[in-house]
């Protein structure tokens, strides 16, 4: 989970002023669930229990700029995961590291599926605000602030009862 500084916040706060408000109000992440995703995979209930991360400084992740994707508007961060994957210990698969820093992002708009406004209005609005984008100088960093392990589709806090594990708080 992450927290944005204040150049951060303002550059997303831009993206929803160009941003139509039903698109908008559809298809933003919720600020809550804000994260960058270390890996996913099929893990084991045992396996996922055994995963541990050892104490440490989460980054800063500087915003570079956007994923070049059409289903989301994600933000790329040009921050090198080697420490923090180096701290996750327990895994029962291998992080390629170069992948991970290659598609290091954090999603603040998403389709959601075929409810709300029409796929075609969703990526035109996804396009403006990159087009808006294009004029920004700094995007800003977001402080990494918890590691968590979870279900896909699972809720951020675990309140909907599927797998949900706090690694780290810092």
């Known amino acids: 989970m992450v927290n944005p500084d204040i150049a951060c916040q303002e550059f997303i706060q831009s993206c ?10 559809h298809c933003l992440q919720d600020p ?3 994260h ?5 995979d099929d893990l084991s209930f045992d396996d996922a229990e055994a995963i541990e991360y050892l104490p440490g400084p989460l980054p800063n992740f500087h ?8 289903h989301v508007v994600a933000l790329k961060s040009g921050t090198d995961m080697s420490d923090v994957v180096s701290r996750l210990q327990g895994l029962s698969m291998k992080i390629d590291v170069n992948d991970l820093n290659q598609n ?8 959601r599926g075929k ?6 209005m969703k990526q035109i609005e996804f396009k403006r605000i990159k087009e808006m984008a294009e004029k920004v100088d700094s995007f800003g960093t ?8 979870k279900e896909i589709g699972g809720c951020y806090s675990g309140s909907d009862g599927r797998f949900y594990r706090i690694l780290y708080d810092e």
């Open 104 to 111: 290091l992002h954090m999603t603040i708009y998403k389709l």
């Open 32 to 34: 809550e669930t804000w």
């Open 63 to 70: 915003i570079t700029g956007f994923m070049d994707w059409n």
């Open 16 to 25: 929803s002023e160009v941003c139509a408000k039903n698109v908008h109000n």
């Open 36 to 40: 960058f995703t270390l890996c996913v």
């Open 115 to 120: 409810s709300g406004p029409p796929y075609n």
């Open 142 to 149: 977001a402080k990494g602030t918890r590691v968590i392990l």
